[in-house]
């Protein structure tokens, strides 16, 4: 195979790996804003919870509180991988 012919099939190689990656990347960001989207969906159920933990009596307090922090925490998390997404 001469030079020029390597040469073509070499960009036709990283042509193909551009699309590819290209491809990917829009399906990652859509995944992205997906997961952003349910994860507000959860930040929304939070900020219920908190406005009900303020409303319930001592007792009762307790228990949304603890469901308060699990949902913080996951809301944290899903975050966290949002961000390391960008």
Known sequence: M???HW??????Q??????ELRV????AARETRDRFEATEKRWHELEARLR???RESREAMDDVGEATR?????IREAYRHIRDAL
Not at 14 to 19: G, I
Request: hydrophobic share 35%.
């Open 70 to 74: 699990l949902l913080r925490d996951e």
């Open 7 to 12: 040469l073509d099939d070499e960009i036709q």
């Open 2 to 4: 001469d030079a020029k």
């Open 14 to 19: 990283l042509k193909t790996s551009r699309d």
């Open 24 to 27: 990917q990347l829009n399906l």
């Open 52 to 54: 009900a933990v303020g």
